[in-house]
C-alpha cells in the first residue's frame, strides 16, 4: 500500500554546515513529492515540491532530490542556521487524488 | 497571507461527548483537509473535501465526521468522543494539490 517514510527520526547539523534529509517511498504511481516544516507550536510549512517527471529542483537555500529507480527522495539546506530547527515532513500526493500522504517526520537539530 | 484559523488551541472533553472542532479559512481555497498527528506516526488524514457540501474520507475515519456547508468552513465531528481520540488535530487548505496551508492545530485531550 501506499507508504512515506524516512530514514532518520532525528538529525544533528553544525550551524552553518549543509542538511540532508532522506525519505523513501512506496507508491511509484505518486505524481507529486513533498516537503514542509513544522516548527514547534506551530502547523506545517510547504517547503517545496517536485512533480515525478523530474530529479532536481531548487529553492532558496533547499533543493530536493527524486531518485525514481529506488524510490528515494531528499531535502538539502544549504548553510543550516538556527531558524531550520524544526521537524521536517515528506509527503506525497498520488496522481488519482487531490490528497497529500505524509511521512513520519525527521527532527533537525541545530548545533552551535 | 492565508490563514486558516481552528477555533480552539486546547480542548479538554468527556468520554462520550460530542465534539466539534471549527475551521475556517480566509483565501477562498476549494480543497479542505483534516488530519491528527501523533507522536512517531506523523501525520494521518482524517477527512478531506473538494468543495461545498462534499466530503471523502482519508485514511482513518473511523469515529469522525465533517461537515462543510459554506466553503470557509469546515468542521471536524467526534460523534462520541474517546480517549484513542486524544491527539493534535490540524487543519488544512490548499487550491494547489501540493501547497497546503496550515492551521496552528487543536490539541484535544479526551478524559
Not at chain 1, 542538511?19 to 517545496?48: L, R
Request: net charge neutral.
Amino acid at each position: 500500500g501506499e507508504s512515506v517514510g524516512l530514514h532518520l527520526p532525528t538529525l544533528s547539523v553544525q550551524e552553518g554546515d549543509n542538511s540532508i534529509i532522506n525519505c523513501a517511498y512506496s507508491n511509484s504511481a505518486s505524481d507529486y513529492f513533498i516537503w514542509y516544516k513544522q516548527e514547534s507550536g506551530k502547523g506545517p510549512q510547504f517547503i517545496i515540491d517536485i512533480r515525478s517527471n523530474m530529479d532536481k529542483r531548487q529553492g532558496q537555500r533547499v533543493t530536493v532530490l527524486l531518485n525514481k529507480t529506488v524510490k528515494h527522495l531528499s531535502l538539502q539546506i544549504a548553510a543550516t542556521q538556527p531558524g531550520d530547527s524544526a521537524v521536517y515532513f515528506c509527503a506525497e500526493s498520488p496522481n488519482r487524488d487531490d490528497k497529500i500522504i505524509f511521512g513520519k517526520g525527521t527532527r533537525l537539530h541545530i548545533l552551535p | 497571507d492565508v490563514k486558516v484559523t481552528q477555533s480552539s488551541r486546547y480542548l479538554v472533553k468527556r468520554t462520550g461527548e460530542k465534539v466539534f472542532l471549527e475551521c475556517v479559512q480566509d483565501m477562498d481555497h476549494e480543497n479542505m483537509f483534516w488530519y491528527r498527528q501523533d507522536p512517531g506516526l506523523g501525520l494521518r488524514l482524517i477527512y478531506f473535501s473538494y468543495d461545498v457540501k462534499m466530503k471523502e474520507k482519508g485514511d482513518i475515519p473511523e469515529g469522525y465526521s465533517v461537515s462543510r456547508e459554506k466553503k470557509e468552513r469546515f468542521s471536524l465531528i467526534l460523534e462520541s468522543a474517546s480517549t484513542n481520540q486524544t491527539s493534535m488535530y490540524l487543519c488544512a487548505s490548499s487550491t494547489r494539490i501540493t501547497e497546503a496551508f496550515f492551521g496552528q492545530g487543536t490539541r484535544l485531550t479526551v478524559v
